[in-house]
């Protein structure tokens, strides 16, 4: 065991090697931690251990938030977020891929523009290449983007403002300028949610909206899949949120928390497909996120042709299922991936 985890830069394993990571469900009796960001209790259980790292995944005895423990430092997070963790420019999937996830997006900007006066004035913190605020831009709001990659924010929509900080609180963004904040499955990659969602209250108009995603730890796909969830992303994911958690969360850093929408497209589906094959599957684990994504041309396919016959198949054949599994998640409101508004 070492204490930090594999550097993409240092090691053979790139951004999509992390996704290939042994994760094992632990046990064992609870232990002294640091002060849990949402409920500050100092006692959580073990909850699973991940291959190659001494951090495993605790879990909060009163309030259920997952964490990394002990927490990666700064340099170990970022070294998790290489160049081609953000794939290239205007493209992050296969073409194919590619084009459905544009698709779904369209219903994802109406989402995010819903109500909202023209012009108001939009930041998405963690917007990666800006493909949402370039298409928020089309509909004629005033779009600005947090980075913590200048990598990543290359080549993104002219019409986008974007800043690089590794921290919202020191973006100088000045207070009540903003009518919206978007901040879509981000906040579990942060060593400091809290500071965040404070940074991001200051900064919202009175009345402002803030749209919070993030993996659902307390979803049923969550709980049936256990240590083989697609949306674990470890060691990326810093934390690990039951909906309950984050809504208090939400309430404490000074928010009105309104709905939480547990239907997802982009997240869902896919979701329950690749955590069942890691659940049930020979394959590799997260064979079919690492298969589906965009390599450069020069590089080899990832798997051998039987092995991307099989996740082919299995794509195919488990769709219609994922989304009869979507649909009913929907219904008794457990979604495995949630997005929460809430107001200033
Ligand atoms: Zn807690």
């Not at 309950?244 to 979701?271: C, I, K, M, W």
Request: glycine letters at 8%; a negative charge; aromatic letters at 10%.
């Amino acid at each position: 065991m070492t204490g930090r985890p594999p550097d993409p830069r240092e090691s053979s394993l790139d951004h999509l090697g992390l996704y290939q990571l042994g994760v094992h469900t632990v046990t064992g009796p609870t232990e002294a931690v640091p002060p849990c960001l949402v409920c500050g209790s100092e006692t959580a259980h073990p909850h699973f251990e991940i291959e190659n790292l001494t951090a495993r995944v605790v879990v909060c005895d009163k309030c259920g938030l997952g964490r990394l423990h002990p927490m990666l430092d700064s340099d170990e997070i970022s070294s998790l977020y290489p160049d081609d963790y953000y794939g290239e420019p205007g493209t992050k999937f296969q073409p194919l891929v590619e084009s459905v996830v544009r698709f779904i997006g369209e219903r994802h900007i109406t989402f995010l523009s819903r109500g909202l006066a023209p012009h108001a004035r939009i930041l998405d913190v963690g917007c990666g290449r800006g493909v949402i605020l370039g298409a928020l831009a089309n509909r004629g709001f005033e779009v600005h983007g947090l980075e913590i990659s200048a990598e990543a924010a290359r080549g993104a929509d002219p019409r986008a403002e974007i800043r690089i900080a590794t921290r919202l609180a020191d973006a100088d963004y000045a207070d009540a300028s903003f009518d919206e904040v978007i901040i879509w499955h981000v906040l579990e990659h942060l060593s400091d949610p809290r500071e965040t969602l404070e940074a991001a209250h200051r900064i919202l108009k009175p009345g402002g909206r803030l749209i919070v995603a993030v993996p659902n730890f307390s979803s049923l796909q969550a709980r049936w899949t256990g240590d083989a969830w697609f949306h674990l992303d470890l060691p990326r994911h810093i934390h690990h949120f039951p909906l309950e958690a984050l809504r208090t969360l939400l309430t404490d850093t000074g928010y009105t928390v309104g709905e939480a929408y547990h239907f997802s497209l982009r997240q869902n589906p896919f979701g329950w497909i690749q955590s069942v094959l890691n659940r049930f599957g020979s394959l590799p684990r997260n064979g079919l996120y690492t298969m589906l994504h965009r390599r450069s041309h020069d590089e080899p396919p990832p798997f051998d042709a039987a092995t991307t016959a099989w996740l082919w198949f299995w794509l195919i054949v488990g769709t219609p299922f994922a989304l009869a599994a979507t649909v009913w998640e929907t219904a008794i409101r457990s979604g495995g991936s949630v997005h929460v508004v809430a107001t200033r």
